[in-house]
């Protein structure tokens, strides 16, 4: 009636049902709420160090943004001088 691989189906579920109940009350367990107390309580120190790093990180972009168009600025106000002079240049060749 019932064979080998019948027992073993009844044996592991047995065994799911006790471990099942077992977990649950490890899991339930004054010490385990204090360890995933203590466990969420480093998570929230990871999440706010990396928060910090973040700004910081997001600051320093800023400032490079910042200086790299304050070079784009100086170098086209440069070219534009060399061009001014070489229109000066030009009309004093044009006007002799």
Do not use: P
């Not at 309580?41 to 928060?51: H, M, S």
């Amino acid at each position: 009636m019932w064979d080998k691989g019948d027992w073993k189906k009844v044996g592991l579920f047995i065994g799911g049902v006790a471990f099942g109940t077992i977990g649950l009350k490890a899991l339930l367990s004054k010490d385990a709420k204090k360890c995933y107390t203590h466990v969420t309580a480093a998570a929230l120190r990871v999440k706010d160090y990396a928060l910090q790093r973040t700004e910081t990180l997001r600051e320093n972009c800023e400032d490079i943004y910042e200086d790299a168009m304050d070079i784009n600025e100086d170098r086209k106000a440069a070219e534009e001088a060399i061009f001014e002079d070489t229109s000066d240049t030009y009309k004093e060749v044009e006007e002799e």
